[in-house]
């Protein structure tokens, strides 16, 4: 992401957020929670799919199953200094042997293949909210995407 001083621009903050989620190998943090509400934070790899959001789990894993269950996560990327927040709403899942296209676009960005992991599922991903912000003075603002549309 770009080092300007001061707070940047809403269009320069969607530009660099965008460029980091097309980063090769791009790893983030996954919050998801239990019917209970029991929280759960796991570091996955995370590929961005044109307007999508693809992660790889092992489908009986918590993670799968939060989704699964409550069809919700957000994922933390970046350094507390630069950080990008994403709300996101599952959308579709997939084997990862029954849908070859989904399976080339993850391993292109991800840098790894789960297609030799049995029980391995992709979970795509809508984002319906993005916020991006560095320190207090980029707090006003930081909302780039509401309701999962761009909102700058």
Same mark, same amino acid.
């Given at each position: 992401? @770009?080092?300007?001083?001061?707070?940047r621009s809403? /269009? +320069?903050?969607?530009?660099?957020?965008?460029?980091? $989620?097309?980063?090769? /190998?791009?790893?983030?943090?996954?919050?998801?929670?239990?019917?209970?509400?029991?929280?759960?934070?796991?570091?996955?790899?995370?590929?961005?799919?044109?307007?999508?959001?693809?992660?790889?789990?092992?489908?009986?894993?918590?993670?799968?199953?939060n989704l699964?269950?409550?069809?919700?996560?957000?994922?933390?990327?970046?350094?507390?200094?630069?950080?990008?927040?994403?709300? $996101?709403?599952?959308?579709?899942?997939? *084997?990862?042997?029954?849908?070859?296209?989904? /399976?080339?676009?993850?391993?292109?960005?991800?840098?790894?293949?789960?297609?030799? @992991?049995?029980?391995?599922?992709?979970?795509?991903?809508?984002?319906?909210?993005? +916020?991006?912000?560095?320190?207090? *003075?980029?707090?006003?603002?930081?909302?780039?995407?509401? *309701?999962? @549309?761009?909102?700058?």
């Amino acid at each position: 992401m @770009s080092r300007e001083r001061g707070p940047r621009s809403g /269009a +320069q903050r969607k530009a660099d957020v965008l460029a980091a $989620l097309k980063t090769p /190998a791009l790893d983030g943090w996954v919050a998801t929670a239990s019917p209970d509400g029991d929280p759960y934070l796991v570091p996955l790899s995370i590929v961005w799919a044109g307007d999508q959001v693809i992660i790889a789990v092992d489908g009986g894993s918590r993670t799968a199953r939060n989704l699964l269950a409550s069809a919700h996560a957000r994922v933390g990327i970046g350094p507390t200094r630069d950080v990008v927040m994403i709300d $996101l709403e599952l959308t579709r899942t997939a *084997d990862v042997g029954s849908d070859p296209t989904l /399976a080339d676009v993850y391993a292109a960005q991800a840098d790894w293949d789960p297609r030799g @992991s049995e029980g391995y599922v992709y979970l795509v991903l809508r984002p319906t909210r993005i +916020q991006a912000w560095r320190e207090a *003075d980029e707090t006003i603002g930081r909302t780039l995407m509401r *309701d999962g @549309s761009w909102s700058v």
